[in-house]
């Protein structure tokens, strides 16, 4: 592998998906529209979703970030995978001398660009909507969005390589919705389908982000949950993934 | 480098249980075109995954200019190209944008503006592939094939869905890497691409080689063991049995009212021989033809006329 070839790769699929409506609706627009939503108005509160001491901007900007990680690592980039493969484009770019594993790190690549302009353009938004960026603990909240990233892009991959491109579309995008309003990534429940989701990924980057954001700490057992789905999703794709 | 550009040696690759390849050899040289056919199902495509470092062979060996495109497939993907079949071109992407990403992943790229030009691709290069044509995609195709300077070109059905004027083009472009000493393995079903183009055919099924050879060889233009030409004789009426008789004597004789064909037997003069039949028994023949065996015949001789 050729570190120069991966970042050539990354950069143009990175421009592709900022190029690309619908995949800039999912990882731009519509987590900038739920932060204004949730940070703009009582929702969380008439969720019970809002913890004591805890500020609207905090929960809605926790959320939001694990949101926009979704969009991007798992069903964004889950359907661009999908479509890559249905258009010999993997196969294609892996007789290059990037090679199959270029193709994917170059995709991680894209992932991580796309996350750190969505990151600015969220937590921009959030300063403007009252944030203060006095309160979270940064590196916590580095370290959840790139476990998370790598939990859910390694599952979107799998799915991508093994599902057919319009199932993969429309079992993205569902499970985004769930994600977002039931998964535990928007905010926390109580009780037992709050636990159980924490072991899920998108429960443990909820969690993960809110220790971060709202309470100024890293929670590691959300981490170690993330690290382990990031570690099976792995050697699934590697199992079963098909360029064909 | 003096190695051969591709050698594949008694390679096998199953799926599963499914035997995709079980017994294929080939080989390109430099300067010319060896065309890979066989019917659907027959296993060219993953003897080309195998050649080109998409798949590991589970048994025999294959080499790229004396390097394993499996184990060492950085070095041969800089010697090599590929066009597939199904483009492998991003839908949203434009083709200029496509190509200049695609030289960047190579050490001594092709010029792109160069390349453009000559496949045509100009007026149409800013716009998204999604909206281009069939033909106009495959030239992307070819061009993206062709970007990285390859020494080995690997060509999946490069004329399907391309209007005359466009075949034309690609023919040329092959026949100038040809010319350049680029060795050439052409995929096809288009059996008059085959042989126009090629110098070497290898005919696979079932994942076995069935057949290999000059296209000459094949069609038994320079090769007396197979079977020679066909006469196709149409009469004003019915032919009286000696001719029928006489005519057999060249070969096999299939009469359909006042059509008969022979299949001539091999080594003989049959145009001399047929139109002396047809004097000596006062027979006017309102046409008479007489044709070589195609690729496409000795194909369907040897794949069968049985749908896949």
């Not at chain 2, 090769?223 to 149409?234: K, L, N, Y």
């Not at chain 2, 032919?239 to 057999?248: C, F, G, K, T």
Request: some cysteine; charged content about 20%; proline content about 4%.
């Amino acid at each position: 592998m050729n570190a120069r070839r991966i970042l050539a790769q990354a950069r143009f699929e990175t421009v592709a998906v900022l190029r690309n409506g619908e995949q800039l609706l999912l990882a731009l627009i519509l987590p900038l529209i739920i932060l204004i939503g949730l940070g703009r108005t009582d929702v969380l509160s008439s969720l019970s979703a809002l913890p004591e001491g805890a500020e609207h901007i905090q929960v809605a900007t926790a959320g939001v970030l694990g949101v926009a990680v979704a969009s991007i690592a798992f069903t964004g980039q889950g359907i661009q995978t999908a479509f890559d493969r249905r258009y010999g484009v993997l196969r294609q770019l892996a007789t290059t001398p990037l090679g199959a594993a270029g193709v994917i790190w170059g995709k991680l690549g894209a992932v991580l660009c796309v996350l750190v302009v969505q990151t600015a353009l969220l937590l921009t938004a959030a300063g403007l909507l009252g944030l203060s960026f006095a309160d979270p603990h940064w590196a916590g909240t580095v370290l959840a969005l790139l476990a998370g990233a790598a939990a859910l892009v390694s599952w979107g991959v799998l799915m991508a390589g093994t599902l057919r491109p319009e199932a993969t579309l429309a079992v993205a995008n569902l499970l985004w919705v769930l994600m977002a309003s039931v998964g535990g990534l928007l905010f926390h429940r109580d009780g037992t389908w709050g636990t159980l989701m924490e072991l899920l990924p998108p429960g443990a980057l909820g969690s993960a982000l809110r220790s971060a954001v709202v309470d100024g700490a890293i929670a590691w057992p959300s981490l170690l949950v993330l690290v382990v789905w990031a570690i099976l999703g792995t050697l699934a794709a590697r199992r079963w993934f098909s360029f064909d | 480098m003096s190695t051969l550009p591709l050698r594949v040696e008694r390679i096998a690759l199953s799926y599963g249980r499914s035997t995709a390849v079980e017994d294929v050899s080939l080989t390109a040289e430099e300067g010319r075109v060896h065309a890979l056919l066989g019917p659907n199902g027959a296993g060219k495509s993953s003897t080309i995954a195998c050649a080109v470092g998409l798949r590991a062979p589970q048994s025999g060996s294959i080499s790229i200019f004396g390097m394993d495109p499996w184990t060492d497939h950085s070095r041969t993907a800089e010697l090599t190209g590929v066009m597939l079949q199904d483009g492998g071109l991003p839908m949203s992407a434009r083709p200029l944008t496509v190509l200049r990403h695609l030289a960047r992943l190579y050490r001594e790229p092709a010029d792109v503006d160069d390349l453009v030009g000559r496949l045509g691709i100009g007026s149409f290069a800013s716009r998204s592939i999604r909206r281009l044509s069939g033909g106009q995609r495959q030239r992307v195709g070819l061009a993206a094939a062709l970007v990285g300077r390859p020494r080995l070109v690997f060509l999946d059905e490069p004329t399907a869905g391309l209007d005359p004027q466009a075949r034309i083009a690609v023919d040329e472009v092959v026949q100038d890497l040809r010319a350049a000493g680029t060795a050439i393995v052409l995929t096809t079903h288009d059996m008059a691409d085959a042989e126009r183009l090629a110098d070497l055919v290898t005919v696979i099924d079932h994942g076995r080689v069935i057949a290999h050879g000059t296209v000459a060889g094949l069609t038994g233009v320079d090769d007396t063991d197979v079977p020679g030409r066909t006469a196709r004789i149409v009469l004003d009426d019915d032919a009286p049995e000696a001719a029928l008789i006489a005519l057999a004597e060249e070969g096999v004789v299939h009469v359909d009212g006042p059509v008969i064909t022979v299949d001539c037997r091999p080594g003989i003069a049959d145009l001399h021989r047929i139109t002396g039949v047809l004097a000596t028994h006062r027979l006017d023949a309102r046409s008479l033809e007489f044709r070589g065996k195609s690729l496409g015949d000795v194909f369907l001789e040897l794949t069968g006329r049985n749908l896949r």
